[in-house]
């Protein structure tokens, strides 16, 4: 927690000429306590080393965090948060968690139903009748993808497996799929249930796999497509140069070449199995939506990064996935991007080679890579340094501004996430959005974050509405002058801050300065 340094201020004062006073207070300095407020009851600060590292681990501070950190020390906090058991959330959290979560579609299922009603559409003749059921099953499937992104908001905001939910953020971004491709929208809820986060914290190989099999990655990355005859390489680049390897990680065009063969095959079905030679029978592989047909693959031999692989069907790429993610480059890229997303823009060298060598001496165990990680004098000695994503920034501010309060519409939180460019499943390209803290201090970033603390701040939010769109007209402003601020965040305000807090015409001003204060978008 430290103030923003000169280039983030010179964007914050550009912002626009009628949010300048405010801007200006805002990062300035951090706060006191709003006029006419009491301190909570005397209690020793944590220490500001902890709140920071605290504040990393999870998605933000809050009541229980703090209190859980206190109660276990650093060390059992950290072994209890990469190994977690059952869910854990509030109560009445809880019981919708695991509502959205039985609403999540099955591929198959979900993929035969929408082809039966793209067939029924398609019989219509032309009309409105044709064109209102175009737009019932747009609809549908926007609802689909809603529900898949209100369970993450959800999770993130009150799960009591902090990382557990932010790797499944980072995860899904490392193996990002674009909701609006073909029918993704019925699909991701069940990617980022069943091949993200049930692995988010275990084996890297079997997350590879988990994606590589899912119908959603199948699809936005056309490997559905990729035949024996008719090879399709963007799923075989990919995987090389965005999920295991990196973009130096050695390979060249030939290796592309030959992953793709050695993918082809693998891709979707949803109707009975082929009819195959009985040579082939046994090589068939079918888990639910996820098919691997020999008669589409090539089982020519290949050589994939200096390595013979002779034709065996699926195995072709079991052993292929396996090879990837056991090269000394895949552990040092997965460390880097580890690094950059929890520590800073520029790692240290010392840093990524011990997390890759964590990596690699595990077998991909990501537990264990987080661990070197998070226990690393790097990672203790960068206080304040790592400017927040629009993802880290939104649930950070829900975090402390509403402290356990129940949400009943994340709506709001949707939509703040599209107006800083980060909105979940939205990102177009295989890339991923970025990971470095320079790539979100625009102006006009810094000027929308000001808008959204404005908005938490005054309680000028729908936070509290049904979903249905139906008003709460008695939800308020949040009271952030609270027990977890003087224990947690208003002993490491710099002095422009506190300055600017006294500033304040009226608790709401002070919230907003407070949320939108530099302590809040640096960790």
Not at 31 to 60: I, M, T
Not at 337 to 342: D, P, V
Request: charged share 20%; proline share 7%; glycine share 6%.
């Amino acid at each position: 927690m430290s103030p923003l340094r000169h280039a983030p201020l010179r964007s914050i004062r550009l912002a626009g000429a009628l949010l300048l006073p405010l801007l200006a207070v805002a990062c300035a300095a951090p706060p006191s306590r709003p006029a006419g407020s009491a301190p909570a009851a005397a209690l020793a600060p944590l220490a500001r080393a902890d709140a920071v590292w605290l504040e990393r681990v999870s998605f933000g501070l809050d009541t229980p965090t703090v209190a859980a950190y206190r109660s276990l020390g650093r060390e059992r906090y950290l072994e209890a948060q990469l190994h977690p058991a059952a869910e854990t959330a509030p109560s009445a959290v809880a019981s919708q968690i695991q509502a959205l979560v039985a609403a999540q579609a099955d591929p198959l299922q979900a993929l035969q139903a929408v082809q039966q009603r793209r067939h029924a559409l398609e019989a219509l003749p032309a009309g409105p009748d044709k064109e209102q059921a175009r737009k019932e099953l747009n609809d549908e499937g926007g609802r689909a993808a809603y529900q898949s992104v209100r369970l993450q908001l959800l999770r993130a905001v009150y799960s009591e497996d902090q990382l557990r939910e932010q790797m499944l953020w980072f995860w899904l971004n490392h193996f990002s799929v674009y909701q609006y491709k073909g029918d993704l929208r019925w699909l991701i809820g069940d990617y980022q249930e069943r091949a993200i986060r049930a692995h988010a914290l275990g084996h890297f190989r079997e997350l590879v796999l988990a994606t590589l099999e899912h119908p959603a990655m199948l699809q936005y990355l056309d490997n559905s497509q990729n035949a024996l005859n008719h090879l399709n390489e963007n799923y075989a680049r990919e995987l090389m140069e965005l999920h295991t390897l990196g973009v130096n990680g050695g390979y060249s065009q030939q290796d592309v070449q030959n992953l793709a063969r050695i993918l082809s095959g693998a891709g979707i079905s949803i109707g009975p199995a082929p009819h195959l030679k009985p040579e082939w029978q046994k090589l068939y592989v079918r888990r639910g939506a996820f098919e691997f047909n020999p008669a589409r693959h090539d089982f020519g031999t290949k050589v994939l990064l200096g390595q013979r692989i002779s034709g065996q069907g699926f195995a072709e790429i079991e052993q292929a996935v396996t090879l990837l993610v056991r090269q000394p480059a895949c552990a040092h890229f997965i460390a880097r991007e580890l690094a950059t997303y929890f520590v800073g823009d520029t790692p240290s060298a010392h840093l990524v080679d011990a997390m890759a060598d964590s990596f690699q001496r595990s077998d991909g165990d990501i537990a264990v890579t987080l661990r070197t990680l998070f226990l690393s004098p790097e990672f203790t000695a960068a206080h304040g340094t790592k400017f927040k994503d629009p993802m880290r920034y939104v649930v950070s501010a829900v975090r402390v501004a509403y402290d356990g309060r129940i949400l009943s519409n994340t709506h709001p939180l949707l939509d703040w996430l599209n107006a800083l460019g980060e909105a979940p499943f939205n990102r177009l390209t295989p890339d991923g959005y970025p990971l470095t803290g320079a790539s979100w201090q625009s102006p006009g970033q810094m000027s929308r974050r000001f808008e959204i603390a404005r908005a938490i701040g005054t309680g000028n939010v729908h936070l509290f509405d049904p979903e249905d769109g139906g008003t709460n007209p008695g939800s308020g402003f949040p009271q952030l002058s609270n027990r977890l601020y003087f224990e947690a965040i208003e002993p490491f305000l710099a002095a422009n801050t506190r300055a600017a807090l006294q500033r304040a015409n009226s608790p709401q001003e002070w919230n907003t300065f407070l949320l939108a204060s530099p302590e809040m978008n640096y960790e």
